[in-house]
């Protein structure tokens, strides 16, 4: 397997504003992946075109993106993908999980409120960009850049959550939980280790993080992205920040869907922790 000799990932979107006051921040999250011998990725596109005037300011040349990762179908990962598309000239090819365009949905009380995204598989075809739908557990998209999917769900038992749902198609129910098999990480081989690229972490943070450390054998050296840690108990977030502390040089950006109180938590507990804001660049040579 060929090895990267550097790797810059840059945080386009992310729900908090760094110190370059001219970016804008969203709920949503986008990673720009830059190796230093290959072309350029995007690990989701946050909520909607922000993506497009930060990396004006942080001179982040889109039009070089020859492949998107969505995370999920969630919009706030999903959504600058269309207005990205139209701003580019180049054609890059969009990855996605299994059910990726199965509609989303969260319950409010005795109602429904859509999560999806803002596109069809036929807008993807319009503007003449491949879409591959990912099956495999380990997928190797580029060189040292790996779609990891199917995660096993043996280690965090608080999944899945009841609060979001998709339409059951059994006749006997009408809404079923989110499965999320759709859901795909990331993990770039560097220098220092693997580099883990989450977007939610629906399937549970452990369970990812213990899918890459059986299908890998280097460690890992950081984990990027949100955590999904917003709505965990006390129990939940100490058997995490147990598990994070078995790896005690671990970087950890955090950011997104991790939350400021557990976000606090990890950083009392785990050295390696920095918080992942829009404008943040891990630069690894």
């Given at each position: ?40 990725l995007l690990f989701d596109t946050g909520q909607t075109g922000l993506l497009i005037s930060n ?231």
């Open positions: 397997m060929m090895s990267m000799n550097s790797i810059t990932i840059t945080t386009l979107v992310e729900n908090s504003p760094g110190d370059h006051r001219s970016l804008k921040a969203e709920h949503g999250i986008s990673f720009h992946i830059q190796p230093g011998n290959g072309p350029a990396a004006r300011y942080l001179s982040v040349d889109l039009e070089a993106v020859e492949q998107v990762v969505l995370s999920h179908g969630h919009y706030d990962h999903t959504g600058g993908l269309v207005p990205l598309l139209h701003h580019v000239k180049s054609r890059p090819s969009i990855h996605v999980g299994q059910g990726f365009f199965n509609p989303k949905y969260s319950v409010n009380g005795p109602g429904k409120n859509y999560l999806g995204m803002n596109f069809s598989k036929a807008d993807v075809y319009a503007v003449r960009c491949a879409l591959v739908e990912h099956r495999e557990d380990t997928t190797e998209i580029a060189p040292g850049i790996f779609l990891i999917t199917n995660f096993h769900r043996n280690l965090d038992p608080d999944w899945p959550n009841p609060r979001f749902v998709i339409p059951s198609t059994e006749k006997t129910e009408q809404w079923v939980t989110d499965p999320f098999t759709d859901e795909v990480s990331l993990v770039l081989r560097t220098p220092r280790g693997l580099v883990l690229l989450v977007g939610c972490s629906h399937p549970g943070i452990l369970n990812i993080m213990d899918t890459v450390r059986s299908r890998f054998k280097e460690p890992l050296y950081a984990v990027l992205g949100g955590t999904h840690l917003v709505e965990a108990d006390n129990q939940r977030l100490t058997r995490v920040l147990d598990y994070l502390e078995t790896m005690p040089d671990l970087v950890l950006g955090m950011s997104h869907c991790t939350g400021s109180a557990a976000m606090e938590k990890i950083k009392q507990r785990c050295p390696g922790y920095y918080h992942n804001f829009t404008g943040s660049s891990l630069i690894i040579d």
